[in-house]
């Protein structure tokens, strides 16, 4: 995809949607009976799917259904990726031909062979016999290939070469780094496609249990008009200001991200209104994009749904989907805060005229938003206690009590509602642009908030599974799409109630069709990806790489960082973003996690997750091959490879933030009290902003080079004020060795300590030295404690020795990389306990001075230059 083939001009609406069509939901759309089959194929799908997330799913459907659920899942999308997308560019796209009938039939008919055969397999221990192999080798094909037509060659290419050295691994041309015996056709297909190793493996399964149910929520919302509402209410608040439409896009693009996991959609969705804009109040084609690209993306780090990496996290991390969105939650909010500032900061560097003629302040308008997202926040909480009140007076039908509560509370919004026009889409080229009344216009979708609501509530309040929390918060939207016209027009008197309600069903009906479309790439990204996990786990080579990473970045933590971060970028420009984050997790979640310990950082592995699904999201912006970027010069008519630059200059903020977590996990929200998060939240928010105003070049006005450098290194103190405050006192103190024992009998359970541990490395035979956290547990004294934590040692030759821990404990993966048999002993080196001194946040203090100064000084030029930001 290149800009070329459109002579740099923006394309029409039709272009536009056949763009995200081709991308998203396949670009083949016959019509006729064929068009209609397909339809109903898509709108099974989805009905199946809201099923089967259902409370009765278990009743309705039968057990052996259920059971096989993800073979169902990636039928549906193997037959439809055949049926919607092209085999190559010149392919038909109003029919589809014979071979692509066959290859989609015969594909979702080995995707069901294991629902088929279960009980063959199951009486075979999940082992593949000579007939499974060679249905489970097809399928892999058939699945490759209709991964290369949705998802573009790069997938299917990088799950061929992981294939391919589950066979040849032991082969002469593989390096010897990475060589293992290798598999035979048999064994790798039984760990491929008949178990759930491989394809139907855990990604599969989160993408069958929870990330359908989200995308085809966004799918039913946008239908209903969110998107729009969503725009205007961006536009209403802050296109009066200087840049305005810019920083509606940035806070569009966010309330978008919030329901969509598609940058590509996002950015035609909202830039075909705000790219114009943009352009007309003075931003270049390429800036304009850039903008709608930066935020866009960034829409995949917005909780609750962050695409469909959120629930992949909880699989993997083993921690719940609330604590997930709590430790995302930050780095996303400040992420955006930055965004509006760039924004901001170009339109005052080139001192952009303001859109209308409303005069409001700045400070009012952040006031009000502010006012809006806490009150929204504070509604979502706060309606526990009357449903508790309500469960416990009428404990046996509380549900329908709530049911109908919750249809009175949609029609007093939607009588609301009906008092004003429906929104219409603003036409962003009208000679003379007006700007909506926030003030008049809110009251027309409030009761698109209602869903939200029930999905936050759900997650968050009552922590059900984010499946069963969908399924509400879908039930909701089926409710709102078939009404909301019929009662409308009830409202208003009029009597088109026959039409309004066939409009309802069809916006419905086509509502499914979109959810359905657009999981297919999903789908299949989370099945080819199993093929990587499934060679993990079958070769080992996720130990390996950690080798050969800790070879390349000499043991460097920042180094490796770095390196993983490039092959995130790297293997993204292929990938889209949920297969990039299973494969490159799968491969690097634990060598990050190894590594920090060696080098003495204990990394929390959300931190990592995160850390890589960041640089994940980024393929989308970077050139050459940054689709999002593509898409949006399609829109502006610019450059689509400058664009890709400006945008990923703009989103320096979302490269820098994963560095900053993975060394202060404060950030994450990640063992912090309320006091503590509210103050981590204004320190992250200033920080990102100078950081910002530091590589802007601009912060009160024109920066010189050295107050940039200045603004930087305050950002990083206030990201990071240990780092300073460990150079000013020693946050260890040191227990000797000898004294572990005694010393672990007399602290208070829960006390952590650092320890040191030397030893011969199982594989190497070389010494390796390793830092191992140790939580002191309950015990009857210091031995007893310590054995409770795996850790077994005994005072010989002048040192502390340990032998092997036992299995089950919690040391005893930790210490499993030692040879506890060798001729040099494992041993504890020293025993670090964190000292009591200074907290690190007194480093705020001169970092907020030197700040202070820099805007004195800036703010004396800026008054003689006659240019403020």
């Not at 070469?161 to 041309?173: K, N, Q, R, T």
């Not at 010897?176 to 496609?193: D, F, N, P, T, Y």
């Not at 509530?457 to 929390?469: A, D, H, N, R, T």
């Not at 919690?810 to 040099?824: A, I, Q, S």
Request: glycine share 10%.
């Amino acid at each position: 995809m290149t800009s070329e083939p459109h002579g740099n001009r923006p394309l029409s609406e039709e272009e536009l949607q056949e763009l995200v069509a081709s991308s998203d939901a396949g670009a083949r759309d016959p019509a006729g009976n064929v068009g209609l089959f397909l339809a109903i194929v898509a709108v099974i799908w989805s009905v199946f799917q809201v099923i089967l997330a259902s409370p009765i799913s278990n009743v309705v459907l039968p057990g052996s259904v259920v059971n096989n659920s993800r073979q169902i899942h990636l039928a549906f999308a193997i037959f439809l990726a055949y049926a919607a997308y092209p085999a190559l560019k010149s392919s038909p796209r109003d029919y589809i031909p014979i071979q692509d009938w066959i290859m989609g039939i015969v594909g979702a008919g080995i995707a069901l062979y294991g629902y088929i055969f279960y009980q063959k397999i199951v009486d075979a221990g999940g082992l593949a016999d000579h007939t499974d192999k060679w249905f489970a080798l097809a399928g892999l094909l058939l699945l490759f290939e209709a991964a290369r037509r949705a998802l573009g060659p790069a997938m299917a290419i990088i799950a061929t070469i992981f294939l391919a050295y589950v066979f040849f691994g032991s082969s002469e041309w593989v390096p010897e780094v990475i060589r293992w015996k290798g598999a035979s056709l048999q064994k790798a297909m039984s760990h491929m496609w008949i178990t759930s190793e491989g394809v139907f493996g855990i990604a599969l399964g989160v993408s069958t249990k929870f990330v359908f149910l989200f995308v085809l929520f966004g799918a039913l919302l946008e239908k209903a008009g969110a998107g729009n509402y969503f725009i205007k209410m961006a536009f209403g608040a802050l296109g009066h200001l200087r840049g305005g439409p810019a920083k509606a896009a940035v806070v569009g693009s966010a309330a978008t991200g919030l329901i969509s996991g598609s940058s590509i959609a996002n950015v035609v969705t909202t830039g075909t209104f705000t790219i114009p804009l943009m352009k007309r109040v003075g931003f270049s084609s390429e800036k304009a994009g850039a903008v709608e690209v930066a935020s866009s993306v960034n829409g995949q780090i917005m909780p609750p749904v962050m695409g469909a990496a959120a629930f992949l996290m909880v699989e993997y991390v083993g921690i719940s989907y609330v604590e997930v969105i709590t430790h995302a939650f930050l780095p996303a909010v400040i992420s955006y805060i930055a965004l509006i500032y760039i924004v901001h900061l170009e339109a005052v560097k080139l001192n952009m005229p303001t859109l209308g003629d409303k005069v409001v302040s700045l400070g009012r308008t952040i006031a009000g938003m502010a006012v809006f997202f806490v009150g929204f926040a504070l509604l979502c909480y706060g309606v526990q206690y009357p449903i508790r009140w309500i469960v416990a007076a009428v404990p046996e039908n509380s549900g329908w009590v709530l049911a109908v509560l919750t249809f009175l509370a949609y029609f007093a919004l939607l009588w609301l509602a009906a008092k004003g026009p429906d929104l219409e889409a603003d036409d962003p080229s009208a000679e003379k642009v007006e700007l909506p009344e926030v003030a008049e216009i809110y009251k027309s979708g409030l009761y698109y908030l209602l869903p939200i609501i029930v999905l936050v509530y759900f997650l968050m309040i009552e922590q059900k599974s984010p499946g069963l929390s969908a399924f509400w918060a879908t039930l909701l939207l089926f409710v709102i799409l078939v009404t909301q016209k019929p009662l409308k027009a009830i409202l208003r008197g009029q009597s088109n109630m026959g039409a309004t309600f066939a409009e309802g069903l069809h916006d419905l009906w086509q509502g499914l069709i979109d959810g359905a479309r657009n999981m297919i790439g999903i789908a299949l990204a989370t099945a080819t990806a199993g093929v990587i996990v499934g060679t993990v786990t079958l070769t080992g080579v996720g130990q390996v790489m950690a080798d050969l990473v800790e070879f390349l970045s000499g043991g460097n933590l920042i180094l490796m960082l770095v390196m993983v971060g490039l092959l995130s970028l790297v293997l993204g420009m292929g990938l889209p973003t949920t297969a990039n984050y299973i494969v490159v997790s799968s491969l690097m979640a634990g060598v990050v996690v190894q590594l920090g310990a060696n080098s003495g950082l204990i990394v929390p592995l959300i931190a990592v997750h995160l850390f890589v699904f960041y640089f994940g999201i980024m393929a989308d912006v970077t050139p050459p091959v940054g689709l999002a970027s593509f898409a949006a010069a399609a829109v502006s008519g610019g450059d689509a490879i400058r664009t890709g630059f400006v945008a990923f200059f703009y989103s320096l903020r979302t490269v820098a933030l994963p560095f900053v977590f993975i060394f202060n996990t404060d950030l994450l929200l990640i063992d912090v009290t309320w006091m503590q998060g509210i103050i981590v939240f204004i320190v992250a928010t200033i920080g990102i902003l100078v950081f910002t105003a530091g590589t802007m070049g601009w912060f009160l006005t024109r920066s010189r080079i050295w107050e940039s450098v200045a603004l930087i290194l305050i950002a990083f103190a206030l990201f990071r004020p240990g780092f300073f405050m460990n150079m000013v006192q020693d946050p260890y103190a040191e227990i000797p060795p000898s004294e572990l024992v005694q010393e672990a009998g007399a602290v208070e359970p829960g006390t952590e300590w650092r320890l040191v541990v030397e030893g011969p490395d199982f594989d190497s035979g070389k010494l390796r030295e390793s830092h191992v956290t140790l939580t002191i547990g309950e015990g009857a004294d210091g031995a007893a404690r310590l054995e409770a934590q795996g850790l077994l040692v005994f005072e010989e030759d002048g040192m502390l020795k340990l032998e092997e821990p036992f299995p089950g404990t919690p040391l005893f993966e930790t210490l499993g990389n030692y040879d506890f048999y060798g001729d040099e002993p494992v041993r504890i080196v020293s025993v670090l306990e964190r000292a009591e001194g200074l907290p690190k946040e007194l480093m705020f203090i001169p970092a907020l001075l030197l700040l202070g100064l820099i805007a004195f000084l800036q703010r004396g030029r800026a008054a003689r230059q006659g240019v403020l930001a």
